[in-house]
């Protein structure tokens, strides 16, 4: 029997114990009670050896096919031959699939990373594999320096990992892996392990990354929002001196095309940042580039929220971080949101009015901005001309915001009009929402974060929508998806006008996003909201038919 036929959860009305082994994307029922050291199942999913019936039976196997050939034994690599090493966003959105599959193996992936965690609190972006050579990938282990340059900072000892971070969406992760099978996660102790963990994690963001002061939190290197060369940060980084270009070797450039690669004077500046961030001991607050993201905010609101539902399963009241998130939502609009233009921006720190385009601020200026930030005196950055600025370019980083569920009416309304509009095409001009705005002098629909179209900010955004209300642009946008994903071979990224798959195929979070559509969690409780209607465990609609075929590519990106 092939092993992705064994993995499709179907609700039945009783209780079924399952014995694991060795793999945990395996389950067997057994008539009989778990035996020591087994674990009882109490949750209603029961494992069996069907695929879904009707058209989305292909395209659940080649997803189960594609997260099974990139499992390493203890997590999940987002493609075999260009990211061999475990990515800590990719890791939570591949739990969020992999839920669907094996709980049991969900919940491995998000140990394992955490595992990883640093001291501080932060959650590392890349936990290197040490099997894998050190050139296969750049940076690498050696760049990094982890357990030595990062000591002061509590660095693990025992795995080497990067010193920066990606956006936060690990706790939303753990709460529906755990809601997958409460049963399961209760008999292991999951949530009891990740509970402070991930605490640790929100406080770092909130306290060290509030470099505004206003409450946000600030990414210091454009790796760390995830979307790479987003043009988003061509204003901060043209402030950036750039690395020599002899010292370092581009290895993406091996993988694809230097016209769908940032630029080298781009990566310079991102090789310069890394460097420069590792030399000072990967202390925050004393570097030259800091980033209000609204996509990083956003989704540290929705994990904050999912956070509270994980204190209230663990017998606290979770009022308090409820509160806290719905206290970030409104920074979140009062910082980055432009009535205006419909949408958020980022708000680049460490630029003013009063500086010319294309100046810093002076050292001394710069390190009193920092000083003011760190202690919360946000006023006081204001009166001294440091609050920043918005940048001023339309990314989907803006749109994402969206999925929460205290946004004003207003602000939702206003969102889904510009992600309709011409600068993003939803429903209308594209296939799929682009990272980058359509119109933009910038806009590249090959050249990855500049304008192809992603499937974990896609997803998002169908969550959203079908959040606010909007259950038929959600359905369409949803059926889109799964279209693309099948006919691209699950690409990294796609053309967001034809659909083209660009990047790696075979891509682990674009299959494990797809299982997400295509399965129906009903009777699953809200995540994001004490009162709201729930924006990620919700029902979906009927199939749809896909076709298309499954090549692989070679075109590729650096990832940080």
């Not at 750049?138 to 002061?152: E, K, M, V």
């Amino acid at each position: 029997m092939d092993r992705t036929t064994q993995l499709t959860a179907q609700r039945t009305g009783h209780t079924a114990p399952a014995r694991t082994t060795g793999d945990p994307l395996r389950t067997s029922r057994s008539p009989s009670p778990a035996g020591p050291g087994e674990i009882a199942r109490s949750g209603t999913d029961v494992y069996d050896p069907a695929t879904p019936a009707g058209p989305s039976a292909s395209l659940h196997r080649r997803a189960a096919r594609v997260l099974e050939d990139n499992w390493t034994g203890t997590s999940t690599v987002p493609s075999r031959g260009l990211y061999p090493h475990q990515w800590s966003w990719d890791s939570a959105f591949i739990a969020i699939g992999l839920r669907h599959l094996s709980p049991l193996r969900a919940q491995t992936e998000l140990e394992t990373l955490l595992d990883a965690q640093w001291a501080d609190g932060r959650i590392p972006h890349i936990v290197f594999n040490p099997s894998v050579p050190l050139d296969a990938y750049f940076p690498s282990p050696d760049f990094w320096r982890s357990s030595t340059a990062g000591r002061a900072a509590g660095a693990p000892r025992t795995v080497q990992t990067s010193g920066i971070v990606q956006p936060p969406v690990h706790a939303l992760a753990a709460w529906l892996v755990h809601r997958a099978d409460p049963g399961l996660s209760r008999a292991r102790g999951f949530l009891p392990r990740m509970y402070p963990r991930l605490a640790a994690w929100h406080r770092y963001l909130l306290h060290r990354r509030d470099l505004g002061g206003g409450g946000l939190a600030s990414v210091v290197h454009p790796w760390e929002q995830g979307m790479d060369n987003s043009p988003c940060w061509d204003a901060p980084l043209s402030r950036i001196t750039p690395a020599p270009p002899r010292s370092f070797r581009r290895a993406d450039l091996d993988h694809g095309a230097a016209e769908d690669r940032p630029t080298d004077l781009d990566y310079g500046r991102y090789v310069r940042l890394a460097a420069d961030y590792r030399d000072g001991g990967y202390a925050d607050g004393g570097g030259e580039f800091a980033v209000e993201d609204p996509a990083f905010n956003a989704l540290l609101i929705a994990s904050e929220h999912a956070l509270a539902r994980i204190a209230q399963e663990l017998g606290a009241a979770g009022t308090a971080r409820h509160a806290r998130a719905e206290r970030l939502t409104a920074a979140l609009v009062e910082r980055l949101w432009d009535p205006a233009e419909g949408m958020f921006f980022c708000r680049d720190v460490y630029a003013h009015a009063g500086h010319a385009d294309g100046d810093r601020p002076t050292g001394d200026h710069q390190r009193r901005t920092r000083d003011q930030a760190r202690r919360g005196s946000r006023g006081a950055a204001e009166r001294d001309g440091c609050a920043g600025e918005l940048i001023p370019e339309r990314g989907v980083t803006g749109l994402v915001p969206l999925l929460l569920p205290a946004l004003p009416r207003s602000v939702a309304a206003a969102l889904v009009r510009t992600a309709e509009g011409p600068h993003f095409g939803l429903g209308g001009a594209t296939r799929l929402v682009p990272s980058y705005d359509l119109t933009g002098d910038a806009f590249d629909p090959h050249r990855y974060w500049r304008g192809p179209a992603w499937f974990n900010t896609n997803w998002l955004l169908e969550r959203g929508l079908r959040l606010h209300g909007e259950h038929g642009r959600a359905e369409a946008l949803r059926a889109a998806l799964l279209g693309t994903a099948y006919e691209s071979g699950f690409a990294e990224y796609v053309d967001p006008y034809t659909g083209e798959g660009c990047g790696a195929r075979g891509f682990s979070w674009t299959a494990a996003l797809t299982l997400d559509l295509l399965h129906d969690p009903s009777g699953a409780e809200p995540v994001v909201s004490r009162t709201g209607p729930g924006a990620f465990d919700t029902a979906h609609g009927a199939s749809q038919r896909w076709h298309g075929s499954s090549e692989t590519g070679t075109k590729g990106g650096d990832r940080g």
